[in-house]
């Protein structure tokens, strides 16, 4: 069987730097600027140990987002020791949740907040 690591995350938005900054300012990625080989600027994120990446999406090149669920990538997950002090945090600095925490099954709590660009992003704290 061939193993699989992940790479990378990669993001869209009319905006990268706005979006790179939400992420900085609401869930504290390190932003690194990377330059490209035809001179233009890809914004990458560390966010929690995984490379995402933030492309500039060219008007009339770039679809909205469907409503959720669809096909395809729903959302992303992240872990947190403590979801209801990370809900309370994240809301205090402005950040929309389309589900508040709710117990999933016995021993994990879920929350979902939403990104820009309507990236939908869940909270998890397992035990």
Do not use: C
């Amino acid at each position: 069987m061939i193993k699989f690591n992940w790479e990378h995350i990669h993001l869209r938005s009319p905006d990268p730097e706005a979006t790179a900054a939400w992420y900085h300012d609401k869930l504290g990625a390190e932003v690194v600027k990377t330059p490209q080989p035809d001179g233009s600027v890809r914004i990458d994120l560390n966010l929690a140990g995984q490379k995402v990446f933030i492309a500039k999406a060219m008007p009339g090149k770039a679809a909205d987002a469907p409503a959720s669920p669809y096909l395809g990538l729903d959302h992303f997950g992240l872990t947190v020791p403590d979801i209801k002090a990370a809900v309370a945090a994240l809301k205090a600095k402005g950040v929309t949740f389309t589900m508040d925490v709710t117990l999933n099954r016995p021993g994990v709590q879920i929350a979902f907040l939403t990104a820009p660009e309507n990236v939908s992003i869940e909270l998890i704290q397992r035990g």
